[in-house]
């Protein structure tokens, strides 16, 4: 029963920046990895960025130079600085979690959570 609630998409022009913020809420023991998707009109959802519990990055070439991904573990959210954007970043963005959730104080289950998806529009 882990939730994901998003903030930070809007519209900006082009080279502007915007800050995407991902919380996690439920009763969670631990979380893993947290990743940025995103799903442009006509395309596949990719990849983005990711990060792990220990603080590994990886970014998609596109945004590699201009986006940072960072996790406060203590709040449980994830952040995507987004800088220099392009019209091609346009996108629906989705934030992703796994990771355990507590059943009981002896037993947990993974979840793989996903958030609602919040809109950035690159425009002039």
């Known amino acids: 029963q882990v939730q994901l609630v998003e903030s930070g998409g809007g519209l900006v022009q082009p080279g502007g920046s915007l800050r995407l913020s991902c919380a996690a809420s439920g009763s969670i023991r631990s979380i893993n990895a947290m990743d940025w998707y995103r799903q442009a009109p006509g395309k596949e959802r990719e990849l983005v960025a990711g990060?792990?519990?220990?603080?590994?990055?990886n970014y998609a070439d596109s945004v590699k130079g201009r986006f940072t991904i960072s996790r406060d573990n203590a709040k449980n959210t994830v952040y995507l600085q987004m800088n220099s954007l392009k019209p091609e970043d346009t996108a629906v963005y989705y934030c992703?979690?796994?990771?355990?959730?507590?059943?009981?104080?002896?037993?947990?289950?993974?979840?793989?959570?996903w958030g609602q998806g919040t809109q950035v529009t690159v425009s002039s």
């Open positions: 990060i792990t519990g220990g603080g590994r990055t």
């Open positions: 992703n979690a796994n990771g355990y959730t507590r059943i009981t104080y002896y037993s947990s289950q993974p979840f793989d959570a």
